[in-house]
């Protein structure tokens, strides 16, 4: 049974311990394809400089995609119960980025949390924003 | 209500589609393309579940309604975000019914000009009736 965390051991403004990786333009092609979303913008420099982008983007959905997996790292497989993001920037593929997150709220009743989550770039700017809702043990 | 439209379309279904069956190396697929390596998302088998992000693939048959269609070129339109609610997991072997709704059309004024944002709301259930997820998905027309 895969471990989820503790509703208990979650306090109010803890943050999560950021995560920052490389995003190759293979693996967002690969999720392109995998995603049903296989288009120049999300493919290809050439063709995305045509639709007036700089280069080829990762689709707003891996961004979503990437968070959620983020916040089950911490919380465990299966306890995301409700995830909202803005995109508020374009993720621009082989650079690194950083996923951030902290608690805002606990409900007892429900023993789940409410968080704010974020997405950012090399310049620390926040291209992703949003919040999610995580049920605890 | 911006573009004149008609508050009616508010909340009306215009479109049904039904997609699937979900396999398991799609959904395994899915899931390693998000780096994902735990066995619940990438080893096929009775435990394989969907990574709770793949319900976003989902957009039916119809992107907008012929009304809205009159009024906005989609092809101006940028995804703006998205709300996912979910439900039961998707499982190998689900075909999944997607339910379009109009959720709210709004118009912002910012810096760069006015802009419409379009929510689209699919509600998204399997075979056995369950809700898997209600997304919200939001589009912005300048």
């Known amino acids: 049974m895969p471990e989820r965390l503790r509703f208990d051991d979650v306090e109010e403004g803890d943050e999560l311990s950021a995560r920052s990786f490389f995003l190759s333009k293979d693996q967002v092609r690969a999720y392109a394809r995998a995603g049903g979303q296989w ?11 045509r639709e007036g982008l700089p280069g080829m983007i990762t689709p707003g959905n891996m ?51 409410e968080l704010d989550v974020w997405l950012e770039g090399e310049e620390a700017e926040r291209l992703v924003i949003g919040t999610a809702t995580v049920a605890l043990a | ?29 899915f899931a390693r393309a998000l780096g994902e390596t735990r066995p619940e998302y990438t080893e096929a088998g009775p435990a394989l579940v969907a990574h709770p992000t793949y319900c976003v693939r989902f957009r ?16 101006s339109g940028f995804d703006a975000g998205k709300d996912i609610q979910l439900g039961a997991p998707v499982r190998p072997g689900d075909t999944i019914e997607v339910r379009s709704t109009v959720h709210e059309v ?7 000009g006015s802009m419409v944002f379009v929510v689209i709301r699919y509600t998204l259930s399997n075979q056995r009736g369950e809700m898997l997820a209600i997304v919200d998905n939001r589009f912005m027309h300048r």
């Open chain 2, 60 to 75: 039916g048959g119809r992107f907008y309604p012929e009304e809205l269609l009159k009024l906005i070129d989609v092809r």
């Open chain 1, 63 to 113: 961004s979503m995609g990437i968070l959620a997996s983020f916040l089950e790292a911490w919380a465990g497989p299966g306890t995301l119960r409700r995830l909202g993001t803005t995109f508020r920037g374009l993720v621009l593929p082989d650079r690194t980025i950083r996923l951030c997150a902290a608690v805002t709220q606990k409900d007892d009743a429900s023993r789940s949390v």
């Open chain 1, 39 to 49: 288009s120049p913008r999300f493919t290809d420099d050439e063709g995305a400089r």
């Open chain 2, 1 to 29: 209500m911006p573009l004149a439209l008609d508050p009616a379309i508010i909340g009306r279904e215009f479109d049904r589609t039904v997609e699937g069956p979900v396999t398991a190396d799609e959904l395994v697929a």
């Open chain 2, 106 to 112: 709004y118009e912002k004024t910012g810096r760069t």
